[in-house]
């Protein structure tokens, strides 16, 4: 192979996790990894052919999901290692030391003891390489090899840091735009070792998530690698340090949480299972299958670009070993496994489709305008249609399909007007207005397509990275400097009581208000938005994550 050595450290750009190609994805290599190929060739000749010492080692009959943690992990009692590649598509790695002596150990030592790595027995040999380099170009390979490499040497004794030994993570997910749930977790973290077990929450209007790895190595690379990466393009970045706890206790494997090392464990309340791939009561945390319609999933296989179609779904039932095994395999009861894949085939055949069907509304109280205002916060309304007999039902049509599942994340159960309403996918792909020449419907449908008050017609607004799940503090702003605290606090006291207010203090056209729960906060937004404030200022309302 022709090149340069690696240099430790070796980080990617922000933007790589889900947009960038050059990358191990569902367990293969890009077809252009040239490097990869030149090496693959060689390897060829290596397989029967008995080498002189070197400092390379080969390895291969690797199994499909090995990462280079596993890779490192395996050379870790013989010695400092320098350079590692895996060639996935061969099944195949060859891992450097420091000290060629440390490779004789090694061979010597699993030529009477077979070698295993996830539990499958892999062949160790001398290279004819007597030393690695690596192509520049595939600079995702590179990064990852290099933190497993500097995790390695951090757990052998190197400079260390609290926390270095440790197998178990905290994960914050920021700008939570598109749904991340467990699936995509798994993928993402699996590509740095094993994951055992997996916890998913929200605190302090955030979603959170533990992973526990096999071992430091891989939990150590992990969060050299991915810490401060995005896992769309702009948004859902991980925030990762390490967890105090050593062992997650997970009770059940369900959405929430997951034992991967424990298929029997029960699924917990049947009604989970069932309702948590429409996302649940206004939790961050959602089963939905992610990357739907144009949410811009690329390198861990999840989806195409945005734009593009998503591949998701398709995946579940590949036979790529890197992704998530089906519920059933986790001790989910089979029927009700069965029914899961259903609906997660029935939710990727309709990932097109950005019309929501809204049900137990109440119909005194909602109009077009309120669910514009409401289905709003979480994408572009294009039109609103309350169904004439049956005026608690309105289809809501979104500008794109990933608008569509944010919105069912969000707002599925949520309580507006005192009553849970549900928001799920509907069968309907376009919101239909009435035809010229047949009496108006009363109003009960809207075309809102070319509204001035859409939140994202701009393409990278600030507003995409600003989404949050309703909450009782609502963030104000475009607020006129003549405007008072009292005046605004009465404005809302008409929808509920307020227990706080404070304005922004490098920018008073900015204010944070607190309702007294988020039912009033829900209210106070419908009824609020777009609240002209002057001739030229109207209102604008979000949910925050901030507190008071």
Known sequence: MDGDYLMPGTKRPSDDLMSQSPMVTNGTSPPHLSGSDNDAKKVKLEQNSPNGPSRVVHIRSLPPDCTEADVVQLGMPYGKMSN???????????????????????VSFHQQNPAQIRMKPVYVQFSNHKELKTDQANSFQNATAQAALQAASAVMGGPTEEGQK?????????????????????????????????????????????????????????????????????????????????NLNVKY??????????????????????????????????????????????????????????????????NNSAQVPQMSSYGVPSALGAARMMTLNAAAAGAGNAVLLVSNLDEQKVTPDALFTLFGVYGDVHRVKILFNKKDNALVQMAEPHQAQLAIAHLDKVKVWGKNIRVTQSKHTLVQMPKEGQPQDAGLTKDF?????????????????????????????????????????????????????????????????????????????????????????HLRVSFSKSTI
């Open 449 to 537: 397509t070319n509204s001035p008050l859409h939140r994202f017609k701009r393409p990278g607004s600030k507003n995409c990275q600003n989404i949050f799940p309703p909450s009782a503090v609502l963030h104000l702003s475009n607020i006129p400097p003549n405007i008072e605290e009292d005046f605004l606090s009465d404005a809302f006291a008409q929808h509920g009581q307020v227990k706080a207010f404070k304005f922004f203090p490098k920018d008073r056209k900015m204010a944070l208000i607190q309702m007294a729960s988020v039912d009033e906060a829900v209210t106070a937004l419908i009824a609020m938005h777009n609240y002209p404030l002057s001739d030229t200022n």
């Open 166 to 246: 440790r197998t178990t993570l905290r994960i914050i997910v920021e700008h939570l735009v598109y749904p991340v749930g467990i699936e995509v977790l798994y993928q993402i973290f699996s590509k740095f070792g094993k994951v055992l077990k997996m916890i998913i929450f929200t605190k302090n209007n955030s979603f959170q998530a533990l992973i526990q790895m096999s071992d430091p190595v891989a939990a150590n690379a992990a969060k050299l690698s991915l810490d401060g990466q995005n896992i769309y393009n702009g948004c859902c970045t991980l925030r990762i340090d390490y967890s105090k706890l050593n």
């Open 84 to 106: 590692v590649l895996l060639l996935k598509q061969k099944n195949q790695a060859f891992l450097e030391f420091l000290d060629e002596q440390a490779a004789v150990t090694m």
């Open 253 to 318: 494997n369900n959405d929430k949480s997951r034992d991967f090392t424990n298929p029997n464990l029960p699924s917990g309340d049947p009604g989970l299972d069932q309702a948590m791939p429409f996302g649940g009561s206004g939790s961050l945390v959602t089963p939905m299958v992610p990357g739907m319609g144009a949410a811009p999933l690329t390198a861990y296989g999840a989806a195409n670009v945005v734009g593009g179609t998503p591949v998701y779904a398709s995946n579940l039932s590949g």
